[in-house]
């Protein structure tokens, strides 16, 4: 089984390969760039692997949260590709990546990811890992300043009291690969590949705060 994964949800675009045998990712500098080199990063990448787009058996995109633009971008071509090549696509949202990383990592029970957003605020998540069982809420937006606990994480940042993660590729490689079967090719199913909830604009907060 061969996957192709895009995650676009910061400036910097990560794009992983990988099948039975191996996997590999690149970073690639995209800021403000994405829609003219998201092609080019497929290329490289399968070029790298040694195969064509034929030979994927599966596409899978990162469903955030983080930059607005670049999730879209990075959903919008691959749900594409996945509706004129009947391949199937999958979505991951960064909190199920992180979750599994943990699980890697041999750390279970009650966790909390935390994610910086914004000036002030972060998106939480309060998940239970109990072996291969991995359940989470969806995010709730707080305050970082009210942000604690003893089993917390902070996603790719440092947080005064929380604990960094990232999130590993082999962690994402084993979900991909765990998901080959799963991924969805009927065109209503592929629109709904990206449902996570996407955070207010600075124009749309100081609109609700003068109501």
């Not at 699980?103 to 239970?128: R, Y």
């Not at 809420?137 to 440092?158: M, Y």
Request: hydrophobic share 40%; glycine share 8%; charged share 25%.
């Amino acid at each position: 089984m061969r996957y192709l994964f895009l995650d676009a949800s910061e400036n910097t675009t990560f794009s992983q390969f990988g099948d039975g045998n191996r996997f590999f990712g690149h970073s690639f500098d995209t800021d403000r760039n994405l829609g003219a080199r998201i092609s080019e990063i497929c290329d490289k990448m399968l070029a790298e692997a040694g195969c064509t787009f034929a030979d994927l058996d599966l596409l899978a995109v990162c469903t955030g949260p983080g930059s607005l633009t670049g999730l879209r971008v990075a959903a919008g071509f691959f749900r594409t590709l996945a509706f004129i090549s009947d391949k199937p696509l999958i979505g991951l949202d960064i909190f199920g990546w992180s979750l599994r990383t943990l699980h890697l990592q041999g750390i279970n029970g009650e966790i909390k990811l935390v994610l910086p957003t914004l000036i002030d605020k972060a998106f939480v998540v309060s998940a239970l890992a109990d072996g291969d069982d991995l359940k989470y809420e969806p995010a709730q937006l707080c305050n970082r300043d009210e942000v604690s606990g003893t089993n917390a994480f902070s996603i790719k940042c440092d947080m005064p009291g929380l604990r960094r993660l990232e999130p590993t590729q082999q962690a994402l490689h084993d979900f991909l690969l765990s998901k080959q079967t799963q991924g969805t090719k009927k065109f209503d199913d592929i629109l709904g590949v990206l449902p996570m909830y996407v955070i207010q604009s600075q124009a749309e907060r100081k609109f609700e705060e003068k109501k």
